[in-house]
Structures are given as structure tokens and as C-alpha cells.
């Protein structure tokens, strides 16, 4: 669950902190708080899975594949965990499949 909270809050700094360059781990990991060598494990999955993609050499880092609100939650989670077929996570996944990771980091949580 740690992952994929943490899976999810990387999409969405990369959200905020894109403008077309590439966004280093290093810069994640400070915005978020998390050593760059579990940055490097969730973007490596998120990478396999065409959420984003590296871009090497000097000036490198990730780049989003597609335009950032339209990556849902249910992508992240299936790119940085195994679910089986058929599991009871199914109706879960398929209603997250309609929640944009643009939406949780748009949302204002309003403190009582």
C-alpha cells in the first residue's frame, strides 16, 4: 500500500513540476521526501509501463508519456504492483480506472 501511495504522489509532482523538461529523481525525492534509490524503483516500474519515460545523459530525467490528466490511478497501481486475474481488487481497479491522478493532485483537502 506504501508503494502505491507513494507510486501515486510521484505522477502527480511530476504534474506539477513538468514543463517539458525532464524532472530528475533527485528533484522527486526532495519534493517528496523519499531516498532517490526508492524514486528510481517507482519510475523504473512507471517506466516499464509507458507512464513515463528517462531521458539519459546531462540534463536527463523523466519525462510523462502522455499528457499527465489522463493517467489514472488504476494505471499507477497496476504498473508498481502484481494483481492477479480474476482478483477481488477487479471492482476497485475499474472504478480508479475513472479517477485521474490530475484530479487527487488538483484536489483541495480542507482541514476541519
Known amino acids: 500500500m ?5 507510486s501515486v504522489r510521484v505522477v502527480a509532482v511530476m504534474k506539477k513540476l513538468y514543463t517539458g523538461a525532464p524532472v530528475t529523481v533527485a528533484t522527486i525525492s526532495n519534493e517528496l521526501k ?3 534509490s526508492y524514486v528510481e524503483q517507482i519510475v523504473s516500474k512507471l517506466g516499464k509501463a509507458k507512464i513515463v519515460r528517462g531521458q539519459k545523459g546531462p540534463g536527463g530525467g523523466y519525462h510523462l508519456c502522455k499528457p499527465e490528466s489522463e ?3 488504476a494505471e499507477v497501481i497496476r504498473a ?3 494483481i492477479p486475474h480474476s482478483s ?3 471492482p476497485v481497479l475499474v472504478a480508479l480506472d475513472s479517477v ?3 484530479q487527487l493532485s488538483d ?3 480542507s482541514t476541519p
Open 88 to 90: 477481488i481488487f477487479d
Open 71 to 73: 493517467t489514472s490511478v
Open 2 to 6: 506504501k508503494r502505491i501511495i507513494a
Open 100 to 102: 485521474l491522478v490530475s
Open 34 to 36: 523519499l531516498s532517490p
Open 80 to 82: 508498481v504492483t502484481i
Open 107 to 109: 484536489a483541495k483537502i
